[in-house]
């Protein structure tokens, strides 16, 4: 296989690079700099940049890959726990029927189609919020229009729920 200048590599090349870029990984997780990394394998500290990068790179890709590969597996299961509840879905079985519903949940955000809730908080009346300058009040002000829309409990000042103990 052609490398990078057109030679060709040949296994026992491929192994050495290798071990070298494994060498330069494991130097730069023990926290050496790439000059001491050059130093201790002994090669330019350009290289052992390029050694560490690609080490990381290769590491990225595989973890992508496998992901990938556990996305497509985990959806063929919810593909197919759908196709054997349908049966029981179509005679109006009440558990079958909530099975497929979360089956169906649970593959719509394997696959990103649910659109993230937009919250947005508003003053009384759905008046913007406006910072007083003083962020303890602004944050109560924030905290009682959350509360409002149902998204936190009600709040409460410091000391009003205590009984003084």
């Not at 690079?17 to 001491?36: P, S, T, W």
């Not at 595989?62 to 349908?86: C, G, K, Y």
Request: glycine share 10%; proline share 5%; hydrophobic share 35%.
């Amino acid at each position: 296989m052609p490398g990078k200048h057109g030679s060709a590599r040949t296994k026992p090349q491929d192994s050495r690079a290798a071990a070298v870029r494994d060498k330069c990984l494991e130097l730069r997780k023990m926290g050496l700099n790439y000059r001491q990394i050059g130093e201790e394998v002994g090669i330019p500290r350009q290289s052992a940049h390029r050694h560490v990068v690609k080490a990381l790179t290769d590491i990225r890709e595989r973890t992508h890959e496998n992901a990938e590969q556990v996305r497509t597996m985990e959806l063929q299961r919810l593909d197919d726990i759908i196709v054997r509840l349908s049966p029981q879905v179509r005679q109006g079985h009440l558990g079958s029927i909530d099975r497929i519903f979360k089956a169906m949940d649970r593959r719509a955000r394997y696959l990103g189609l649910d659109a993230p809730a937009r919250v947005e908080a508003s003053g009384p009346g759905g008046s913007p919020l406006v910072s007083s300058g003083n962020a303890r009040a602004d944050a109560e002000e924030i905290a009682a229009a959350l509360a409002e829309l149902g998204l936190i409990g009600v709040p409460t000042t410091p000391g009003e729920d205590d009984d003084g103990a």
